[in-house]
Every structure is written in C-alpha cells, then in structure tokens.
Nanobody, 120 residues
Framework: QVQLVESGGGLVQPGGPLRLSCAAS????????MAWYRQAPGKERELVAA???????NYGDSVKGRFTISRDNAKNTVYLQMNTLKPEDTAVYYC??????????????WGQGTQVTVSS
C-alpha cells in the first residue's frame, strides 16, 4: 500500500504565502509524476500544478506566476509554494502521485486533502 500525507494548509490573508507538502510512503519502487489539485465548494476538482520525473512542470492558468511546484525525489515529497494568494484560491488541495509499486504495478494515489482558506 501507498500513503500520501499532505500538510501545510491553513488560513492566510490575501496576498500572503503558504507552502504545502505531500509525502508519499509505503510500497514504493519509484514515484513518477506528482501533482496538486484543488476543489472549491460547488466546483469541479481542477489541476493546480504537476511535476514530472524530468522536472518538467505544468500549471493551471489561474496560478501561473504565483505558485511553484517542486519535488524532493529522495524523500518522495512534492511541495507547492503559493504566493500572492487570492480569496479565489480557497479550496481543499489534494496531492496526487503516479507510483510504481514494489509489486511493479502503476497506480495513482491521492492524499486526504488539506484546506486552504484565503480571507482577511
């Protein structure tokens, strides 16, 4: 089994920064792509940012220039640095990882989600 544990969510004022972390553990042979998604109340889950094994990245249009995704392969951890936060960034943020397990199966795993609230 593989577990993803997110941390770093909370309440932040508009314009402020916040950093999310997501650590993968368990029966991992290697971790391929990792990504952050978010879901606001009444809206569909959307891609925030993704990072690939070659360190290439992809960002949702609404966060380009404000958010930065990075990863530590040795720790199987992905980070999301969020700057200049806006109230519309308020959502539950989910981590996703495409994992090659020790049984050589490839599967996507999700974290439990962490709440980010941007409000004064």
């Amino acid at each position: 089994q593989v577990q993803l544990v997110e941390s770093g969510g909370g309440l932040v004022q508009p314009g402020g920064p916040l950093r999310l972390s997501c650590a993968a553990s368990g029966s991992i042979f290697s971790v391929n792509a990792m990504a952050w998604y978010r879901q606001a109340p009444g809206k569909e889950r959307e891609l925030v940012a993704a990072i690939f094994t070659n360190s290439g990245t992809n960002y949702g249009d609404s966060v380009k220039g404000r958010f930065t995704i990075s990863r530590d392969n040795a720790k199987n951890t992905v980070y999301l640095q969020m700057n200049t936060l806006k109230p519309e960034d308020t959502a539950v943020y989910y981590c996703d990882a495409l994992v090659l397990t020790t049984t050589l199966s490839i599967q996507s795993y999700w974290g439990q989600g962490t709440q980010v609230t941007v409000s004064s």
